[in-house]
């Protein structure tokens, strides 16, 4: 008897890998009619582009894309009524802009004041500069910014690699000199490039940080001030601030307000966002260089990598205090104008992932910019991964969930356990007695009222994986990969929680990371709710990995070891807020949650449970809502049952909730999930 099970078992587990097998060569035979489809229109449109009558009719074709782009942008934001809210958005930030432009210098009765201030350390600040070419109005401004400095404990080292037909360079900067002895200067008998003229700026070189600022750009006159008290209240050795691009040489004149996070180290690796305006203790150098030659261009990204590592405190003034200068040559306005930065920037974070241990990875450009990087991770390993789905009855939308796993999934060595919950219907027994005929699924039945962290911690506890990914009975797979994706970062020692990106069935974003405080309830939020898939988010935010606070539980993966090491999920919280709490528990044991815009599922969430919060914020809710149910007094149950939790959840982590989302900057709303400027 027992032969005959174990030969009807090899059976089952050979058909089961021929039919995987044929699935993989029939995905091999489609790539490569991909590919070849690609290569035959990239052909035709060489072709057409060449052709004379394509070059003639170019002002027609002009009219023509200015009426596609409107109709485009009603598309891009889901419908007339997503375009209005980015036309609001973007009025809200004209009438914001004046708060951040010279409308926020200190008056002179302000800056006497700020002069006066007796700080307990005596810093000195020496801020390089490298010039080269100079034009004498930038040359101009950027100096007097500096002598604005309500603090006045500085000095301005420029390393001059000018040539001969700008000697009026080293000239204008000598008149300064004459009234200012806190100005040096230094003529190279070469220029160096970016790295080395700042080497030499760093040469010349006597205060005890270290800040770096460009020759054409501004400095905000509290800049400094601020930065002082950091270093004295937080013992800050790596500093840096938010900072908005300007244009036709007026700083009230701005394209681009950047609005920064604290520091996030897989935020940073992707993208540099802390760039200006870095200022540093001296004593990170010791042993090392400032800038590297090899990554000119983009020595910056490599050097803030090399720095924020050795730092023991990093902090960010969540204050507008650099204006970077948009002009034909300059970076801000065309990263094409020094293609080799791109390359650079590669480079730089190589060489940080090398120095990390990480082997293996690929470093590719997003379709964000050419210096927003998406990072693949090698896997160490290929561990056991138990998928845990919650379920009630809706039969179609379980079998849809667990169809796409088995379909598109290219991860191998996972599991399936269904926890049925309280299930009426013959449909679905029928269902669990089919599924439960394939190897890779289990059916677990917890008998009790819904409590979906009680439910979710009795799945945890039947599962065999080294990973564990909570995933919602009413998503789809998207992304081949996506187990990959997720598991890429799961896998480091640094990290707990991981969560993927998740689309309404209309392609608008459901989940892209939690903000806690953001919302209504001032609990937790969405960002970029309901924005479109083609959307690039804030500052490129859905287009690379980043640090988040929190991670939605409709599909979150993390280390099972650690999932017990934190008790699992509080059964407090037995509809909302349990996946944020869960991964605030996280980071207060030391640990960052990740999120990455390259998994990507669709998350129907109305279709099987009512909601319970707000647009936009975390939510859970009992699978099987009955749809005959009295929907008043439902939402009235809801409504109260999330008001309940909700209070718990501020009354629990009060304190996190008082110091902001270190994610979130505060110049932003907690009232939009879309960065809007408050």
Not at 571 to 578: D, G, H, I, P, Y
Request: with cysteine; proline share 3%.
């Amino acid at each position: 008897m027992a032969d005959k099970q174990q030969e009807e078992l090899l059976a089952f587990y050979q058909a089961a890998y021929e039919k995987e097998k044929s699935k993989n060569a029939q995905l091999a035979g489609r790539l490569a009619d991909a590919d070849n489809r690609a290569d035959d229109l990239q052909r035709k449109l060489d072709h057409i582009k060449n052709n004379p009558l394509w070059k003639a009719t170019f002002p027609v074709r002009g009219l023509i894309h200015v009426l596609i782009r409107t109709k485009d942008r009603v598309k891009r934001y889901g419908n007339p009524k997503g375009l209005m809210r980015k036309l609001r958005n973007k009025a809200h930030e004209k009438k914001a802009i004046a708060r951040y432009g010279t409308k926020s210098f200190p008056s002179k009765d302000e800056a006497a004041r700020m002069r006066s201030t007796e700080f307990p350390k005596n810093i000195k600040f020496s801020i390089l500069v490298p010039l080269w070419n100079t034009p004498e109005k930038f040359l101009r401004e950027m100096i007097e910014s500096v002598q604005w400095q309500v603090y006045e404990n500085w000095e301005l080292c420029l390393a001059d690699g000018s040539d001969e037909k700008h000697a009026y360079v080293g000239e204008m900067v000598k008149q300064y000199m004459q009234s200012d002895s806190r100005i040096r200067y230094q003529k190279l008998s070469e220029n160096k490039g970016i790295a080395g003229n700042t080497n030499e700026c760093c040469a010349m070189a006597s205060g005890d940080y270290i800040g770096l600022f460009d020759h054409d750009d501004i400095l905000h006159p509290c800049a400094l001030y601020e930065y002082m008290k950091v270093i004295c209240g937080k013992n800050a050795d790596y500093i840096y601030c938010d900072e908005a691009t300007f244009h036709k040489g007026n700083i009230n004149r701005m394209i681009t307000l950047h609005f920064k996070s604290d520091y996030a180290v897989d935020t940073l690796r992707a993208n540099n966002y802390i760039c200006h305006f870095s200022v540093f203790s001296r004593t990170l150098l010791e042993g090392g260089e400032l800038f590297r030659s090899q990554f000119d261009g983009s020595q910056d990204h490599d050097m803030i990598l090399r720095l924020t590592d050795k730092a023991k405190c990093v902090v960010h003034v969540p204050k507008l205090l650099y204006y970077w200068r948009s002009h034909k040559a300059s970076v801000a306005s065309d990263i094409s104008a020094k293609p080799y930065a791109i390359e650079g920037a590669k480079g730089a974070v190589a060489a940080h992932l090398k120095a990390h241990g990480f082997e293996d990875f690929e470093i590719e450009s997003t379709r964000a910019f050419e210096t927003i990087f998406r990072i693949k991770y090698a896997l160490t390993a290929r561990p056991l991964i138990s998928i845990i789905i919650p379920n009630k009855d809706h039969v179609s939308d379980l079998s849809r969930c667990i169809e796409s796993i088995l379909d598109k999934s290219t991860y191998d060595n996972y599991e399936i356990i269904v926890i049925e919950n309280n299930s009426t219907t013959k449909e679905i027994r029928d269902y669990y007695d089919e599924i439960g005929k394939h190897p890779r699924i289990r059916v677990e039945t917890y008998e009790g009222e819904f409590n979906y962290s009680r439910i979710n911690n009795f799945g945890a506890s039947k599962a065999d994986g080294e990973y564990l990914l909570l995933l919602n009975n009413d998503t789809r797979v998207i992304t081949l990969d996506w187990m990959e994706e997720l598991l890429m970062y799961a896998q480091r020692d640094d990290v707990a929680c991981v969560g993927a990106k998740l689309y309404y069935e209309d392609y608008t974003i459901q989940h892209a990371g939690i903000v806690i405080g953001l919302g209504a309830h001032r609990t937790a939020g969405h960002t970029h709710y309901k924005v479109n898939k083609e959307n690039l988010g804030y500052m490129g935010k859905l287009c690379y990995a980043q640090d988040v606070s929190a991670v939605t539980g409709a599909c979150l993966m993390v280390k099972k070891a650690l999932f017990d090491k934190a008790g699992g999920l509080d059964e407090q919280f037995a509809v909302a807020l349990n996946d944020v709490d869960f991964c605030l528990r996280m980071r207060r044991l030391g640990y960052l949650n990740v999120f990455t815009p390259f998994a990507e599922l669709f998350h129907y969430e109305s279709v099987s449970r009512g909601s319970d919060v707000s647009k936009g914020t975390s939510k859970k809710s009992a699978p099987g809502v009955s749809k005959e149910a009295d929907e008043a007094e439902a939402d009235a149950k809801r409504a109260a049952r999330y008001n309940e939790e909700a209070a718990r959840f501020k009354e629990k982590w009060k304190e996190e909730l008082a110091a902001g989302d270190p994610y979130f900057n505060p110049n932003f709303s907690l009232d939009n999930s879309d960065y809007v400027l408050y």
